[in-house]
């Protein structure tokens, strides 16, 4: 596809399961970004991985969260008993590994912890 | 570490009109970048325009325009001629041109109302 493609849309479990979401960047895109938007917030940053290179994960919360990226393309974020407090929405972005490009973002999954 | 504040959670505008909205940002840097994204209902954040700290000249796209005062640490965006489509949350994003840091720091946003 043109955009980045975020799945699933929407995601409802239970606390204390374990979740993966899913994020397919642009095609060509070599750096690939998570941050989740709490309702009403602005994004937090989790995660950031450029190309072959070791992730920046200083934006993750707890070590409940990981992330991985298999192929330098597909983005798998986990979180492993998941608390209601994860309840927001992920959101992923890719972008060319220069900083003055933009990054694209996609639809973002709502995550919602029962 | 970097900081951004939007001090306006809510703006409003009739329609046709011109809305600036407010960002200021803190850093030590000298050289980064400026973004400030549109997230209609439908989530997906999208582009509305870019600045290079180190072009004096605003940036302009259209019918959005930025004031950036860099010494002031300032970066308004100005909506002209304000539609209904351009009711969204809007986000200004700091983003440092040096180092290993990558990624977006965003504000906390301005939920904009186009009134008709």
């Known amino acids: 596809g043109a955009g980045v493609s975020q799945s699933p849309s929407n995601k409802v479990t239970e606390k204390g399961k374990d979740v993966e979401l899913r994020c397919d960047p642009i095609?060509?895109?070599?750096?690939l970004y998570w941050y989740r938007q709490s309702l009403g917030q602005g994004l937090e940053f989790l995660i950031y991985?450029?190309?072959?290179?070791?992730?920046?994960k200083s934006g993750l919360p707890s070590d409940r969260f990981s992330a991985e990226r298999t192929g330098g393309s597909v983005s798998t974020l986990t979180i492993q008993r998941t608390q209601q407090e994860d309840s927001a929405v992920y959101l992923c972005?890719?972008?060319?590994?220069?900083?003055?490009?933009?990054?694209?973002f996609g639809d973002g999954t709502r995550l919602s912890i029962l | 570490a970097q900081t951004v504040t939007q001090s306006q959670p809510e703006m409003s505008v009739q329609e046709a009109e011109t809305v600036t909205l407010s960002c200021t940002y803190d850093t030590s840097e000298s050289d980064y970048y400026l973004f400030w994204y549109k997230q209609p209902p439908s989530r997906q954040m999208i582009l509305v325009i870019r600045q290079e700290a180190y072009k004096q000249q605003n940036a302009t796209e259209n019918r959005f325009s930025v004031n950036f005062q860099k010494a002031a640490k300032s970066f308004s965006l100005k909506i002209s001629d304000s539609q209904l489509g351009d009711a969204a949350m809007y986000f200004c994003a700091y983003r440092s041109a040096s180092g290993s840091a990558r990624q977006l720091t965003f504000g906390s946003g301005t939920q904009l109302t186009v009134l008709p």
């Open positions: 991985f450029q190309g072959n290179s070791a992730p920046d």
């Open positions: 972005a890719s972008s060319y590994p220069s900083a003055g490009q933009p990054q694209h």
């Open positions: 095609s060509g895109h070599t750096a």
